[in-house]
């Protein structure tokens, strides 16, 4: 067994190096002399016609089934495959992303600032400061930072303040990564966001992720190292996969990129894995989802087929009446075949319902039915801080973690009524610094004084009573559903999350579809949730049918609502539905 790994790893690294230098021409990434790793192109995404990868991309290119490939040559060309690698080719596209791993400073909902071992963004500043993903395509991370109103002094200098100033990514739009040691130092100390950065990308892609490490100014006592762990990745080698003891770890003043085939679509989420309770419950947790293959279906397409195929033989299109389809079973990676393979990811439906793709719709799944069709993300990551093992954290006391007992309930990093923070909501006047009135991001005022955008996911979810969805034919106007991507990376207690009035749909748990292996879907109508620490799901909220009004999503475990001494807030946010 040791024979072919000594053969491949070689191969494998000295393949790998010109292609990231040739990928990163002298100039992007605002010209520093530390280059962050985000190819142009890859053996899976060589880009160029005729590959279904059409990289670099700004968008994402149509799926149309499997295509089988084989290439006799690297990316660089400068390396032959003898004989070719032949391998299926299901599209996709390059994704990268940049983190700071540190400290920083958060806001509570009764005001009191907390200390926090915590991720902050290095890329996609401008998207992450909106609530959005930060994952960008290759030629938006590249393009680096011009001098102007980003750079201080010279240097690339991404102070974000939380309102809309001439120095304020969102302002100048910008999602680049930076890569000059001193840009990703100036932004990343202190820079701790909670929830960590926001990940999305799509099944297929391929993700680089660079994590650096810009230590804990608060902590110069502590060399702590940081990882980033992928919870639930399926395909986990342990090089990758952040566990310290099986893998590497990464100091202060090293990056290191860790390298992702996206998985199977769902709900996952990511953290440190460096002492788990100590650097969980100080923050170091993240959400993140896969968007499944069936959303880059063509206008028109059958999910069904683009799922099953027809069946797999040659007769049975024809004896149906269709073109023949090459489906996603066809991919040994994800064909689910029951008879053969138990823990199959995507059973088919048990019959064609016929539906089609509409150009530009959303599912959670690769269901095959259209039954996991939503209009909207909404990512709720469920969390809980113990404000005095935070303070002990910041200070030179010996943590105890068996007293560890979380006194704030955080969904995205915040307690009510903080999570329905957004400017002009609630009595909140439109003109408010804090939250941002453009961007909604809650900043805090750190200890060097400068104000950075701390918590920049809301929770207040709105959805319109009409004017969503294709609806059913038996109901005449269709509200919107949202998909609420759960997460609960709590270190200390269950949580439960309720929702009265608006039926929570329970369509995945842990990145699976809820469907038996026949194919029939197990969907859960309930009004209540629970989930413990390193637990994902996935509900649809609908509100088709549902009155105009303020809902709310929130915990029936009564002491959780409430924020450390104060009696009425934490783990709840309001439904608005809209005429
Ligand atoms: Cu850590």
């Not at 990564?177 to 202190?190: H, Q």
């Not at 940081?226 to 990464?250: E, K, Q, R, W």
């Not at 038996?516 to 909220?541: C, M, P, R, Y």
Request: net charge negative.
């Amino acid at each position: 067994m040791r024979k072919p790994y000594k053969i491949w790893l070689p191969i494998l690294l000295v393949y790998l190096a010109p292609l990231t230098a040739s990928a990163q021409a002298p100039g992007p990434q605002g010209g520093g002399s530390f280059r962050v790793q985000c190819p142009t192109a890859t053996l899976l995404h060589p880009g160029g016609s005729g590959t279904g990868n059409p990289t670099p991309a700004s968008s994402e290119a149509p799926y149309t089934g499997p295509i089988s490939r084989s290439a006799t040559k690297d990316p660089t060309g400068a390396y032959t495959f003898s004989p070719a690698l032949t391998f299926t080719d299901h599209g996709g596209a390059i994704k990268c992303q940049e983190i700071s791993g540190g400290d920083g400073m958060m806001t509570e909902a009764d005001g009191n600032q907390t200390y926090m071992f915590s991720f902050g963004p290095l890329s996609g500043l401008g998207a992450i400061q909106n609530g959005l993903p930060g994952t960008q395509f290759p030629s938006v991370f590249n393009s680096g930072y011009t001098a102007g109103p980003n750079f201080v002094n010279s240097q690339p200098n991404p102070i974000y303040d939380g309102v809309t100033s001439p120095s304020d990514p969102v302002a100048a739009g910008a999602n680049a990564a930076l890569s000059d040691p001193a840009g990703i130092m100036n932004t990343g100390v202190l820079n701790g966001n909670i929830p960590a950065p926001l990940m999305a990308f799509d099944e297929d892609d391929e993700f680089f992720l660079t994590l650096s490490n810009v230590g804990m100014i608060m902590r110069p006592d502590l060399f702590e190292q940081h990882t980033v762990h992928f919870h639930g990745y399926p395909n986990a080698s342990s090089f990758y996969d952040g566990v310290p003891d099986a893998s590497l770890a990464i100091n202060i003043g090293g990056s290191f990129t860790y390298y992702y085939v996206a998985p199977d679509a769902g709900t996952y989420f990511w953290h440190c894995h460096i002492t788990p309770p100590e650097h969980l419950q100080m923050g170091m947790v993240g959400q993140l989802y896969v968007r499944p293959r069936q959303n880059r279906l063509q206008g028109g397409a059958n999910l069904f087929q683009s799922l099953a195929g027809c069946l797999g033989n040659s007769t049975d299109c024809p004896a149906r009446g269709l073109p023949a389809v090459l489906g996603q079973q066809s991919d040994k990676r994800t064909a689910c075949n029951p008879a053969t393979d138990i823990l199959c990811s995507v059973p088919i439906p048990v019959t064609d319902t016929g539906a089609l793709q509409t150009a530009g719709a959303k599912y959670v799944y690769n269901d095959g039915d259209g039954s996991t069709a939503y209009d909207f993300d909404v990512p709720l990551q469920i969390h809980g801080f113990d404000p005095n093992f935070h303070f002990v954290g910041m200070t030179f006391n010996p943590e105890g973690f068996a007293d560890m007992k979380d006194k704030y309930f955080l969904l995205n990093g915040r307690s009510y009524p903080d999570t329905i923070g957004i400017s002009g909501y609630a009595g909140l006047p439109a003109t408010a610094t804090n939250p941002d009135p453009v961007t909604n991001a809650i900043s805090t005022n750190d200890t060097d004084s400068i104000s950075r955008p701390s918590q920049p996911l809301h929770s207040l979810i709105t959805l319109s009573a009409s004017g969503g969805h294709a609806c059913a034919a038996t109901v005449t106007t269709c509200g919107q559903r949202a998909a609420l991507r759960i997460a609960d990376l709590d270190v200390q207690e269950y949580q439960t999350l309720s929702s009265i009035g608006i039926p929570m749909l329970l369509v995945g748990f842990n990145a699976k579809i809820l469907r038996d292996q026949a194919g029939n879907n197990l969907f859960i109508k309930t009004n209540s949730i629970t989930l413990g620490g390193g637990e994902s799901l996935d509900v649809i909220l609908d509100s088709t049918g549902i009155a105009p009004g303020t809902y709310f999503l929130y915990t029936p475990q009564l002491d959780h609502l409430s924020n450390d001494a104060e009696n009425f807030g934490g783990l709840m946010t309001e439904v608005v539905v809209t005429q």
